[in-house]
């Protein structure tokens, strides 16, 4: 008995967990979507390769497990180059497959040939191509081993045309004979975790920064179990923003550019800080040489080559997250900590009378809304620019995986394909994508994707009729100077929105009770435009170039 690349493929996909691919077909992808007619893994046809990156994405964010996107050679292969980016800098485990070219034909410039394995070289964990059919099983098993080995990210699989159609007898497939895995050390670690412990155990202003690593590791409830008996205070990376139940008392917000005052004043006067998960990316430190200027830092990360990456690090211990705080969490005392946690709700009750709906003026208030009118575990999806610090700052995650949002790359257009991808991976889920018009307009055609498969995701639209956040750096730090940040009103995003088969409505931010009732009720996709004056910013913000403790609080500052 034969079977075909393409069949060796889709069995090894099935035999590893895989329900769902993202893609759009290409001719040198028709082996495979010929063999998904009849197969148990569902193909959703999205109406652009960049969406298929990153609805698998936001597949693999709400759900823990892979994501898996597929598209044809040439700029089907290049289109996806954005979403595998986000993933990589994200962390975020995705297998990308890509058709290609028949080996006979490779390097030389045959129709749709790209060197995408060249391509895509910095943003993935590892590319693979498959030259003989007898390769294919053992590819998908070593892709899918090291898409989620140590830090997960992005793997890579270009598949010849040939490759896929040709057969291989029974018996001649090759399966991937795994390498004994090494220790990553955190048994030989124990003298400097329980360093570690001891300058917890003795600091009097502790803070714990959590980092997205902590999600990736499902280490929530271990770092809930540490905060609560050590009684410490925690702020959060972006990426770390749902970690932690957010009303459990310590939380203090996330950190960094657009951060709270609150979370980026008591970073400062900390004396001890344990990093977990996290790399100290300039959005969190600003100017790294101002940064936590009294404090001893120790760091917890499995990846060695972000531990000190950014910031200096006096207690650094490479491992598993959640294996490491289980054996921290015994050493870890129960002091009191009256004094600093006092000084902490002071400044609390300080920064709270300054700040409006947390600095979000309008837009944090009707967030607040929209969380009070859906189901406790909604997830919601962002995407980037204003509409992004809105929502990290104002949406309160009670579970882990419960708000998606592009850190690293800061990718607009992520938040509606990466709903569709959070939606159906975890379909007993509600989920919002809140976008800004810009980041909406860029991936605007996956509507079509929504209407037809009757995915009903939320979408929030804010409407400023400008890219918000450079308006808003080209206001405080250009003198006012705009330039090429005005969108306009001239489409009619609720127009287009019915025109692609979705229910929508348009609300005014000061008076949106009524959409979002409707929005909330409906069992179906609905999208609600949210109009919002262009002037109506987030605050505090950190300069570029400047110190964490040097944020703004307006135009006066």
């Known amino acids: 008995m034969k079977k075909s690349g393409a069949e060796i493929l889709l069995e090894a996909l099935s035999d590893s967990g895989v329900d769902t691919i993202f893609g759009y077909p290409g001719a040198n992808t028709l082996p495979i979507h010929d063999g998904l007619r009849s197969g148990p893994i569902r193909h959703y046809l999205m109406r652009h390769e960049q969406a298929a990156a990153h609805a698998a994405d936001g597949y693999a964010r709400a759900t823990g497990k892979v994501g898996v996107c597929l598209a044809t050679s040439g700029p089907g292969a290049t289109n996806l180059v954005t979403g595998i980016a986000t993933a990589y800098m994200d962390s975020s485990p995705?297998?990308?497959?890509?058709?290609?070219?028949?080996?006979?034909?490779?390097?030389?410039?045959?129709?749709?040939?790209?060197?995408?394995?060249?391509?895509?070289?910095?943003?993935?964990?590892?590319?693979?191509?498959?030259?003989?059919?007898?390769?294919?099983?053992?590819?998908?098993?070593?892709?899918?081993?090291?898409?989620?080995?140590?830090?997960?990210?992005?793997?890579?699989?270009?598949?010849?045309?040939?490759?896929?159609?040709?057969?291989?007898?029974?018996?001649?497939?090759?399966?991937?004979?795994?390498?004994?895995?090494?220790?990553?050390?955190?048994?030989?670690?124990?003298?400097?975790?329980?360093?570690?412990?001891?300058?917890?155990?003795?600091?009097?202003?502790?803070?714990?920064?959590?980092?997205?690593?902590?999600?990736?590791?499902?280490?929530?409830?271990?770092?809930?179990?540490?905060?609560?008996?050590?009684?410490?205070?925690?702020?959060?990376?972006?990426?770390?923003?749902?970690?932690?139940?957010?009303?459990?008392?310590?939380?203090?917000?996330?950190?960094?550019?657009?951060?709270?005052?609150?979370?980026?004043?008591?970073?400062?006067?900390?004396?001890?800080?344990?990093?977990?998960?996290?790399?100290?990316?300039?959005?969190?430190?600003?100017?790294?040489?101002?940064?936590?200027?009294?404090?001893?830092?120790?760091?917890?990360?499995?990846?060695?080559?972000?531990v000190g990456k950014n910031i200096k690090t006096d207690l650094p211990l490479i491992g598993d997250i959640r294996k490491t705080l289980k054996k921290l969490i015994p050493l870890v005392e129960t002091p009191d900590r009256i004094e600093w946690l006092s000084r902490i709700k002071k400044e609390q009750e300080t920064t709270e009378k300054r700040n409006c709906y947390k600095g979000c003026g309008e837009p944090g208030r009707f967030i607040g809304m929209v969380q009070e009118a859906m189901p406790e575990e909604t997830t919601a999806v962002t995407d980037v620019?204003?509409?992004?610090?809105?929502?990290?700052?104002?949406?309160?995650?009670?579970?882990?995986?419960?708000?998606?949002?592009?850190?690293?790359?800061?990718?607009?257009?992520?938040?509606?394909?990466?709903?569709?991808?959070?939606?159906?991976?975890?379909?007993?889920?509600?989920?919002?994508?809140?976008?800004?018009?810009?980041?909406?307009?860029?991936?605007?055609?996956?509507?079509?994707?929504?209407?037809?498969?009757?995915?009903?995701?939320?979408?929030?639209?804010?409407?400023?009729?400008?890219l918000g956040m450079i308006r808003q750096i080209q206001?405080?730090?250009?003198?006012?100077?705009?330039?090429s940040c005005e969108l306009g009103n001239h489409a009619d995003i609720v127009a287009i929105a019915k025109g692609f088969g979705l229910q929508a409505e348009r609300v005014a931010v000061e008076k949106p009770e009524e959409g979002i009732d409707k929005m909330a009720a409906s069992k179906g996709p609905f999208l609600l435009e949210v109009m919002v004056d262009p002037e109506n910013y987030v605050y505090p913000i950190i300069p570029p170039g400047r110190s964490n403790m040097e944020m703004i609080f307006g135009r006066s500052d």
């Open 94 to 306: 995705i297998i990308a497959l890509t058709g290609q070219v028949t080996t006979t034909l490779l390097g030389s410039d045959a129709f749709q040939e790209t060197d995408i394995i060249g391509i895509t070289l910095p943003i993935t964990k590892h590319s693979f191509l498959v030259r003989d059919v007898r390769d294919m099983k053992s590819t998908i098993q070593e892709a899918f081993k090291l898409t989620t080995c140590s830090r997960p990210g992005p793997v890579l699989v270009d598949l010849p045309r040939n490759v896929l159609a040709s057969s291989c007898p029974a018996g001649e497939e090759r399966t991937y004979q795994s390498t004994p895995k090494v220790s990553n050390g955190i048994g030989d670690k124990d003298d400097q975790l329980h360093k570690i412990a001891r300058a917890l155990n003795q600091a009097e202003r502790p803070v714990i920064i959590i980092g997205g690593g902590v999600k990736l590791s499902n280490a929530c409830r271990e770092i809930t179990d540490l905060i609560e008996k050590g009684r410490i205070p925690f702020v959060n990376t972006m990426m770390g923003v749902g970690s932690v139940h957010a009303a459990n008392g310590y939380n203090l917000g996330f950190i960094g550019t657009h951060g709270f005052e609150l979370s980026n004043r008591v970073v400062h006067q900390a004396d001890f800080i344990l990093a977990i998960g996290t790399r100290f990316s300039d959005r969190s430190t600003s100017n790294v040489d101002a940064f936590a200027p009294l404090a001893t830092i120790a760091q917890i990360d499995i990846d060695p080559t972000s």
């Open 475 to 483: 206001d405080l730090f250009y003198d006012s100077r705009l330039s």
């Open 385 to 466: 620019g204003l509409n992004q610090i809105w929502a990290v700052r104002s949406w309160l995650p009670k579970t882990p995986r419960s708000l998606l949002t592009s850190g690293g790359m800061g990718t607009m257009g992520f938040s509606v394909p990466a709903a569709i991808g959070a939606k159906i991976g975890v379909p007993e889920r509600e989920v919002v994508a809140f976008s800004g018009d810009g980041g909406f307009f860029m991936n605007i055609q996956e509507l079509a994707t929504i209407s037809y498969y009757n995915i009903p995701v939320k979408i929030i639209v804010f409407n400023n009729s400008h």
